[in-house]
């Protein structure tokens, strides 16, 4: 079975700072995929990028960046510049290639400050 | 941009009694799910739904849940007989192909408490 694990239940910084979150996963899997979700306070969850296990380039997207260390089962998520629209709970998720079900971490609470 | 929507956001029911937790999913998907997440707990996997069956099912997905798409635009989560422990975010997914790269839309969630 697959597992994710997300090891910083809160994190806060400020305004226009970097932050990274972090996410391990364990599968025995060698085809899947990963995805951080983005949930903003009363709102839905949102992709906020998505990476190929078979592909070694990190994926980004604008401010947004992944550290993908496949051998190492990491999967982390950077934030440049972060802004206030940015506080949310975060969610680091795996699914296996040709699987329905996507499986979750607890989610990093990410609060950025003014 | 389309989005899912979930009715009702707030459902509070007693021990015991039959609830049904309504979704409609983006008007082109074929694929649709449930998931739930228990206060402080992680987003769990419920049930995967496509060509009007269930496609893939957890062990949480027991004979108290059902899952039924009634026209062509609900999807819905029926709970038989209802469980404080069944008290949960419920979230509704969709996505256009069931492979598993593709991103699946989520829903506002629905909050049930059970008393």
């Known amino acids: 079975a697959q597992t994710v694990t997300q090891s910083q239940p809160e994190m806060s910084v400020q305004e226009a700072e970097t932050v990274t979150l972090s996410c391990t996963y364990d599968?025995?899997?060698?085809?899947?995929?990963l995805f951080w979700y983005k949930q903003p306070p009363s709102r839905q969850m949102i992709l906020v990028i998505r990476q190929e296990a078979y592909k070694q380039q990190n994926a980004t997207e604008n401010r947004f960046s992944v550290n993908f260390q496949k051998a190492a089962k990491s999967f982390s998520l950077k934030i440049s510049d972060s802004q206030l629209g940015d506080t949310a709970m975060y969610f680091c998720a795996f699914i296996r290639q040709g699987a329905q079900k996507l499986v979750f971490g607890q989610g990093t609470r990410l609060t950025i400050n003014p | 941009e389309p989005e899912v929507t979930q009715t009702p956001s707030h459902q509070v029911t007693q021990m015991g009694q039959e609830v049904i937790l309504r979704c409609v999913p983006i008007s082109n998907h074929l694929y649709f799910y449930w998931y739930r997440q228990i206060l402080g707990q992680k987003v769990e996997f419920l049930v995967s739904?496509?060509?009007?069956?269930?496609?893939?099912k957890s062990e949480i997905f027991d004979d108290q849940f059902s899952v039924e798409r009634p026209d062509g635009s609900n999807f819905t989560l029926k709970i038989r007989s209802t469980k404080l422990e069944d008290s949960a975010m419920y979230f509704c997914?969709?996505?256009?192909?069931?492979?598993?790269?593709?991103?699946?839309?989520f829903g506002p969630g629905t909050r049930l408490t059970v008393l």
């Open positions: 599968t025995s899997e060698n085809n899947y995929y």
């Open positions: 739904f496509y060509n009007n069956e269930i496609s893939e």
């Open positions: 997914a969709s996505s256009d192909r069931g492979k598993g790269g593709n991103e699946q839309f």
